[in-house]
C-alpha cells in the first residue's frame, strides 16, 4: 500500500545538515510516510549518512544521480516516490514533530484540497535562535496573488501527486527560484489551496550569502516574472486559468533587481552592480527614493545577522561596499546618508543596544530614525 505522504530531499554536500532533516521525520507522531534522499552528486558523507537512517528505518530510502541542480534532483525523487501527497524538503531545512498530523486532520476534513501551506520558522544555522515566524495569508484563490508574489519555502507546502502529474516538472533549466516558477504553473492548473496559519516547518537562516550569484537570481527573478502572466506552454493539463493575464508585475520586478543587487554589492561587485542597476532599473536610478534600497537588507544578504560579531562584520566588512556603489553611482551626499540609514537601520539599533544599553539606545535610535540618518 502506498504511503500518504512522499517527502522529496534533494541532497548537495549537506551532509552535516541530513541527521536534522531526518530526524524530524523520525520523531513525527503521524507514520504513514516514505522519505526519498536523492544525493545530487555529492562529494562530502551524504551517503553514509542517509543510508545509516536508511538502516535504522526501512521508510527512508537513498537514490543517487550525477549532479543537476535543485530541479533535477526534485524531478529525479518524484518519478521514484509513490505517496499520494508529496512535500519538497531541503535538505538544510527540517519540520515541527506535529507537521504530518496537522496535515493529515486537514486532509481528513477536506480531502479535494491539492495544496495546503503551513507557516515557517527562520532558525539559526546552529539551531540555538529563532529568529521569525511567518504565516501564509488567507486567499481564496492562489491566482493572482501567486503571479506577483512567491508563496515562500518549498518545504512550507504538500501538493497532491496527481495535481503534480498534471503540472509537470520543475523547470531544470532554471538556476534559482524554479520553486516559484512550480508553484505558478501549480496554481494554472486549478489547485483547491488552503492555508494553515501557523508555523510548522522551520527554515535553517544559513550565512551563505557569499556563495549566491546576484545576477543569475534576477535574470532567473525576470524570467519568471516575464512568463508568469502568460500562457504556460509546460503546463500538462489543460485548465481556463492558464492564460495571459493583463496584470502589471514592473514593481515587483524592480524589487527583485535591488534585493539582488544587493547581494552582488555585498560580495564587492560594485562596478558590475551599478552597470546591470542602470540597465535594467524600470524606473531611472536618479528618481529611486532613499527607502526603497531598504530591500537591499534581506535575507539573502545580512537581515538577521544581529549578534555582537555579526553586526562587527557587517559596519566593517559589508557597510563599505554600499556606501561606495552610491558614491559611484553618482548620488549627493544627503541621499547616500538616508540610502545607507535605510539599509543599516536595523544593525545601527542593535549597535547602539550593545554599545549604550537598551534605555539610552532608545533615544539614540529615534533621533537617527527621525533625521534619516546613520552615524558609526
Known amino acids: 500500500m502506498s504511503p500518504l505522504f512522499s517527502i522529496i530531499i ?12 531526518l530526524n524530524s521525520l523520525l520523531e513525527q507522531s503521524f507514520t504513514d510516510w516514505e522519505a526519498i534522499v536523492v544525493n545530487d552528486g555529492s562529494t562530502d558523507n551524504t551517503n553514509q549518512v542517509a543510508i545509516a537512517y536508511s538502516q535504522k528505518d526501512s ?4 537514490l543517487e544521480k550525477p549532479n543537476g541542480g535543485l530541479s533535477s534532483a526534485r524531478n529525479f525523487g518524484i518519478k521514484n516516490s509513490i505517496g499520494a501527497r508529496l512535500i519538497f524538503l531541503d535538505a538544510d531545512d527540517y519540520l515541527y514533530s506535529k507537521y504530518f498530523f496537522e496535515i493529515k486532520n486537514i486532509i481528513n476534513r477536506a480531502d479535494n484540497l491539492t495544496i495546503i501551506q503551513c507557516g515557517y520558522t527562520y532558525i539559526t544555522e546552529d539551531k540555538k535562535q529563532l529568529l521569525k515566524s511567518v504565516n501564509p495569508s488567507s486567499k481564496n484563490s492562489l491566482i493572482p496573488y501567486i503571479l506577483t508574489n ?4 518549498c518545504h512550507t507546502i504538500c501538493i497532491t501527486r496527481e495535481l503534480c502529474n498534471r503540472a509537470g516538472w520543475f523547470d531544470e533549466d532554471l538556476k534559482s527560484v524554479e520553486d516559484w516558477d512550480y508553484w505558478i504553473r501549480v496554481a494554472k492548473c486549478g489547485a483547491k489551496y488552503l492555508a494553515i496559519k501557523k508555523p510548522l516547518v522551520y527554515y535553517r537562516y544559513t550565512k551563505n550569502s557569499m556563495s549566491r550569484n546576484g545576477f543569475i537570481m534576477y535574470d532567473a527573478l525576470k524570467k519568471v516574472m516575464q512568463r508568469a502572466v502568460k500562457f504556460d506552454t509546460r503546463s500538462i493539463s489543460s485548465s481556463d486559468l492558464n492564460k495571459n493575464y493583463d496584470i502589471d508585475n514592473s514593481a515587483q520586478l524592480q524589487s527583485a533587481l535591488i534585493r539582488s543587487i544587493g547581494v ?6 560594485i562596478d558590475e552592480s551599478i552597470k546591470i542597476f542602470i540597465s535594467e532599473s524600470i524606473v531611472p536610478i536618479k528618481l529611486l527614493k532613499p527607502k526603497e534600497f531598504e530591500l537591499m537588507c534581506s535575507y539573502l544578504t545580512f537581515r538577521y545577522w544581529y549578534t555582537h560579531d555579526d553586526i562587527r562584520d557587517v559596519f566593517e566588512k559589508h557597510y563599505p561596499n554600499f556606501k561606495s556603489f552610491f558614491e559611484k553611482a553618482g548620488y549627493p551626499k544627503e541621499f547616500i546618508h538616508k540610502a545607507l540609514y535605510h539599509i543599516f537601520k536595523f544593525h545601527l539599533f542593535h549597535k547602539n543596544i550593545f554599545r549604550y544599553g537598551k534605555p539610552m539606545a532608545t533615544f539614540i535610535n529615534y533621533y537617527f530614525k ?6 558609526l
Open 10 to 21: 534533494p541532497c548537495y554536500n549537506q551532509a552535516i545538515f541530513l541527521p536534522d532533516c
Open 59 to 62: 521508510r527512508i530510502k537513498l
Open 150 to 153: 512567491s508563496l515562500g519555502p
Open 264 to 269: 552582488s554589492i555585498m560580495q564587492g561587485k
Open 370 to 375: 527621525k533625521l534619516e540618518k546613520i552615524s
